[in-house]
């Protein structure tokens, strides 16, 4: 006697169950339940165990905007730590991007020069033509800067003009005001679109400056697009190694707010000066 062939949905059916069967003997599954069925897409979440002091745990995360104690999704993230990750991948991307209107630095009262980079992707593709001021721009610095003070202020959209757009006046502002404080001479500011931190040594030599000092913004990681560097050089030189160099970074309202890292810079100098160098010299 035969019996009526299995139609599809009845077929893979028992398949299921003898597959699910199997996988709950060998203890690969749980039993479904109303809140997670069976045959949900994706591996199933494992959260974290319960920490020994929870009260640690959160103070730590509050204590950093990095990305940590996130739980998983079997061996991935989970979505919400994803399309934070994706977020803040986008705002790095924003930063390189940023650019500062013509008309800016000239509002915050400096002066406005440029380095000979004939675009922005000329200035990320080749960083040396972003050291040097173009023939223009050469001319006003001999002409307008100030020369021969103790500490040239340059600031430099670098590689995040947004964070030179939302700390570079309350920085500069700062310096302004300690600089003088701790017995240092200053130039007027200069402004340099398209600037690497090198162009400082070509200001240095044109402007005869015993020091210089420029702030960029700096090559943005992941959700840190607004961060600025203030980089320090003394017996300015074309080429100055950056070994001879300090640097002070993460200038920003998650870092060191403007004038802090106002007052750090011109003790650095102090430092700098009594022992005519920077860089290795401070060691």
């Known amino acids: 006697m035969s019996s009526a062939p299995l139609d599809t949905d009845t077929l893979t059916r028992l398949v299921r169950e003898a597959v699910v069967e199997t996988l709950k003997e060998r203890g690969l599954v ?23 002091l929870p009260s640690s745990i959160e103070k730590l995360k509050r204590s950093t905007p990095s990305r940590i104690v996130q ?19 986008a705002t790095a991307l924003d930063a390189v991007h940023s650019a500062v209107p013509e008309d800016w630095p000239a509002a915050q009262g400096w002066l406005a020069l440029k380095t000979r980079c004939q675009n922005h992707e000329e200035f990320l593709l080749h960083p040396d033509h972003g050291r040097r001021l173009d023939e ?10 100030d020369h021969g003070v103790d500490i040239q202020i340059i ?88 070994a001879e160099k300090d640097c002070i970074s993460n200038v920003r309202a998650l870092g060191f707010p403007p004038e802090q890292a106002a007052v750090r810079c011109a003790e650095l100098f102090k430092r700098t000066f009594a022992a005519q160098g920077g860089g290795v010299k401070l060691i």
């Not at 749980?30 to 020994?52: C, H």
């Not at 223009?136 to 800067?145: D, I, L, T, Y």
């Open 136 to 145: 223009a721009s050469r001319a006003r610095c001999e002409k307008e800067a």
């Open 71 to 89: 739980g998983r999704t079997g061996t991935r993230y989970l979505t919400e730590s994803y399309l934070g990750l994706r977020e803040d991948h």
């Open 30 to 52: 749980e039993s479904p339940t109303e809140e997670s069925p069976v045959w949900s897409r994706g591996p199933k979440q494992r959260p974290l165990p319960a920490p020994k």
């Open 155 to 242: 600031a430099g959209d670098g590689l995040s003009a947004m964070a030179v757009l939302a700390y570079g006046p309350a920085l500069v502002k700062a310096l302004q005001s300690t600089l003088p404080a701790a017995g240092f001479r200053i130039g007027k500011p200069l402004f340099v679109r398209q600037a690497r931190i090198g162009v400082q040594d070509d200001i240095g030599v044109l402007t005869g400056a015993k020091a210089t000092l420029i702030i960029v913004g700096e090559r943005p990681g992941l959700g840190t697009g607004d961060s600025l560097s203030i980089y320090t050089a003394y017996g300015p030189k074309l080429g100055q190694d950056n």
